[in-house]
């Protein structure tokens, strides 16, 4: 049965741009690779998009266990989010979960280029302008959170 998760984790995952996604091998070692949080659920289901169907899509069809971790350097605050995946394929697709994916990285796009604007350095080109369409949806049942505050930051907050 999936976990609930708060609105405090719930928004806390939306405002980071991406999270690395763990998931485990045919020979038991962790693949982490960055993966950006379509939506996420109150009653523990957070969905992911995949762009590339490569080294994720192959240990989620071997070992559906999966960890979503995200940090916020500046606050010193993070999460792990425990669970088992499903692969849905681009059939499955939902049209708000495409929307809200293509919402996000005309955001990034925007926030890239306003750097740019600034003279802060960053990547010349615009990357997120060129990544491919999904193919499919990582369907994740969230078991476990694991905060990932050190105990003596959060007897201070």
């Not at 993966?35 to 192959?58: N, R, S």
Request: hydrophobic share 30%; with cysteine; net charge positive.
């Amino acid at each position: 049965m999936p976990k609930k998760l708060t609105e405090g984790i719930i928004r806390f995952f939306h405002h980071q741009p991406y999270t690395i996604v763990t998931t485990v091998d045919r020979d038991g070692c962790p693949h982490n690779s960055c993966k950006g949080i379509v939506d996420i659920e109150e009653d523990g289901k957070v969905y992911l998009l995949d762009l590339y169907k490569a080294k994720t899509y192959e240990n989620l069809k071997q070992n559906p266990h999966i960890n979503i971790t995200a940090v916020d350097e500046h606050k010193f605050i993070g999460f792990t989010l425990k669970g088992k995946a499903k692969i849905a394929n681009k059939n499955k697709l939902k049209s708000h979960i495409v929307k809200a994916w293509e919402t996000k990285i005309t955001k990034r796009i925007s926030q890239r280029l306003l750097k740019n604007l600034k003279g802060e350095k960053g990547h010349p080109l615009h990357p997120e302008a060129s990544l491919p369409k999904p193919e499919y949806l990582i369907e994740v049942d969230v078991n476990e959170v694991i905060d990932l505050t050190p105990h003596h930051i959060k007897s201070t907050a």
